[in-house]
C-alpha cells in the first residue's frame, strides 16, 4: 500500500494494540487489520496503554461480550484525556448493529473511529479521513474493494485461517449474526484454493477453513465446489498437513463430507458440531431444522466411519419456554453422544431477534440447570481424555503453557490440548508425545524421540 505523502513521518514509531472478542472469524479480521497497520507502519505492542492506535474487535453474540466491551472502552477515558493525539476505534459484529453502534457514538466521546465488518480494507482511509478533520470517523459501509485475495497477519508462520464464506442464512432464532454480518456470500473457490496454496509454500503446515455454515458452502453461487469438493481439493494441496473447518451446522452435514474427511488422512479427525438442545421441542423454536435423532444419527455415523473422531458442541441452557424435561433430554442427549468438549452457554436475549420476544425463564433455574449440565459433562470429557493414557499421539506445538514457560503446549489432530515439556525449537514442528496423565480439559505426557 502506497503511504500517503503527507502522512509518511506520522506513524513512524507509532504503535498499535489490538483486543479481540468472540469467535475465529473475528481472530481473523484482527489478522487482517493487524496486516494494514503494519502496512501503514504501526509496530504492535501488547500494553494497550502504550499504543497510539487501540482497537476493540467487538463481539455480540451474547450480551455479557457486550457488557464487557463498554466497561474496557470506558476505562481509557483517563487516558484519551491525557494523550488526545492517541486514536480509539472499534469495530467488529457490535458496530453491525445500529443499537450497539448508538450506544458507542453517544456515550463514549473518547472513541474516535468506528468501522465494522464489512470495511476493513477501508482502514487506511479511514485513519487519514480522521487525521485530516480531527473529526470522528463512523463508518460501518460495504468496501469497493473486492478482497478475493485476503491479506492478514498470522499469529504464527505455521496455522493460517482461512475465511471461505461470510455471512449466514440460517437465522436460529436466538442468533444476532444474520443481522450482523449479513447475508451469506461463499468466496470464489480458486482464490481460496491460490491463497492455502501459497500459504502452504510459505511453510504454514495447518490450515482451518472458517465460515458461519460452511456445509452451505457454494450453494448459492454457481462456481461448482460444494463444501466437500472444496475440502477434498484444498486437502490434496502439498504441504496441508492439517485441515480444520469451523462452524457445520448439523442439519447440512453430509454422508459426502464424512467420506471426504475418513479418505483423507490429513483432514482432522475433529467436528465441532452445535447441538444447542437435546429437546425437539426446543430445537423447533430455535428453528434448527433437525431433531434430535437427527442429530445423534449424525454424530454416529461421524464415530462409526472415523474411529477415534473427537466430538466437540455448543449448548444453550435456558432458552425461553425450556423446561425441566427439555433439559433432561438436552443431558440424555450428552450423555448418548460422550462429547469430547463443549461450549456452554446460558441463554443471552439479543435484540431484533425472534427469541427475544419469548418469556423468557427465571435466572435461578437456568444458573441451576447450567450447574448441572457441567457436572454432567466433566466426568465425560474427563474419561475422553483418561482415554489417551498410554497412547503416543502427534501433536503440532503452538506455544509456551501461561502459567510455565518450560512447557509447551500444542493439539492433537482431534484438538486435545497437549502439555508436554521440551525445548522452545520445537514450537511450530508436529512431534510425538506419549500421554501419561490428562484433567477434563488436557492430557499431558513426554516427548518421543
Ligand atoms: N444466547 C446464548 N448463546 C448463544 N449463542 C449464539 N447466540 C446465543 C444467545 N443469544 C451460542 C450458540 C452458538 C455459539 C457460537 O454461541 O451456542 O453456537
Ligand atoms: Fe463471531 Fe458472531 Fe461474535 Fe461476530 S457476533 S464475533 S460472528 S461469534
Known amino acids: 500500500m502506497e503511504i500517503k505523502e503527507k502522512y509518511k513521518d506520522y506513524f513512524k514509531g507509532k504503535k498499535y494494540n489490538i483486543t479481540t472478542f468472540g469467535c475465529q472469524m473475528n481472530e481473523h479480521d484482527s489478522e487482517r487489520i493487524s496486516y494494514i497497520l503494519e502496512d501503514l507502519g504501526y509496530t504492535y505492542t501488547e500494553i494497550r496503554e502504550e499504543a497510539d492506535f487501540i482497537l476493540f474487535n467487538t463481539c455480540l453474540v451474547r450480551e455479557n461480550a457486550e457488557l464487557k466491551l463498554y466497561g474496557q472502552v470506558s476505562s481509557l477515558k483517563k487516558l484519551k484525556k491525557a494523550h488526545p493525539e492517541k486514536i480509539i476505534a472499534v469495530s467488529g459484529c457490535m458496530m453491525q448493529t445500529s443499537t450497539a453502534r448508538e450506544v458507542i457514538v453517544s456515550k463514549h466521546r473518547e472513541v474516535d473511529i468506528v468501522f465494522g465488518t464489512k470495511n476493513i480494507n477501508s482502514l487506511a482511509d479511514l485513519i487519514y479521513r480522521y487525521l485530516e478533520t480531527g473529526e470522528r470517523v463512523v463508518d460501518v459501509s460495504t468496501d469497493d474493494v473486492k478482497d478475493d485475495f485476503e491479506k492478514y497477519n498470522s499469529t504464527n508462520n505455521f496455522q493460517a ?95 459426502e463430507l464424512i467420506y471426504v474427511m475418513r479418505d483423507n488422512d490429513n483432514i482432522c479427525n475433529y467436528f465441532h458440531l452445535p447441538m ?36 466437540s458442541t455448543d449448548i444453550i441452557v435456558g432458552f425461553p419456554t425450556e423446561t425441566e424435561e427439555d433439559f433432561q433430554a438436552t443431558i440424555n442427549a450428552c450423555k448418548e453422544i460422550e462429547f469430547d468438549s463443549a461450549f456452554t452457554f446460558k441463554y443471552s436475549p439479543r435484540p431484533k431477534t425472534v427469541a427475544a420476544k419469548m418469556p423468557t425463564i427465571d435466572e435461578a433455574i437456568v444458573q441451576d440447570r447450567f450447574q448441572r449440565l457441567l457436572d454432567e459433562l466433566y466426568p465425560i470429557f474427563n474419561q475422553k481424555n483418561k482415554e489417551y ?56 505426557g513426554e516427548l518421543v524421540n
Do not use: W
Open 389 to 444: 493414557i498410554g497412547r503416543t499421539v502427534e501433536v503440532l506445538i503452538e506455544g509456551e503453557s501461561k502459567n510455565n514457560t518450560d512447557i509447551l503446549t500444542g493439539r492433537t489432530d482431534t484438538f486435545k490440548l497437549v502439555h508436554v515439556k521440551a525445548p522452545k525449537d520445537l514450537i511450530g514442528q508436529i512431534v510425538k508425545v506419549k500421554i501419561t496423565d490428562n484433567t477434563s480439559f488436557t492430557i499431558s
Open 276 to 311: 444447542q438442545s437435546g429437546s425437539n421441542e426446543v430445537l423447533k423454536k430455535m428453528n434448527r431444522h433437525y431433531t434430535i435423532e437427527k442429530y445423534i444419527e449424525r454424530a454416529n455415523k461421524l464415530k462409526s466411519e472415523i474411529p477415534g473422531i473427537a466430538l
Open 161 to 255: 485461517y482461512v475465511n471461505i464464506m461470510r455471512g449466514c442464512d440460517n437465522f436460529c432464532s436466538y442468533c444476532i449474526v444474520p443481522e450482523s454480518r449479513g447475508r451469506e456470500e461463499s468466496r470464489r473457490p480458486y482464490s481460496i484454493i491460490e491463497e492455502v496454496e501459497y500459504l502452504a509454500s510459505q511453510g504454514f503446515k495447518e490450515f482451518t477453513l472458517l465460515g458461519q455454515n460452511v456445509n452451505s458452502y457454494g450453494n448459492k453461487s454457481n462456481d461448482g465446489f460444494t463444501f466437500p469438493e472444496l475440502l477434498n481439493r484444498v486437502a490434496k494441496i502439498p504441504g496441508v498437513e492439517r485441515l480444520r473447518f469451523t462452524s457445520s451446522h448439523p442439519k447440512d452435514l453430509s454422508d
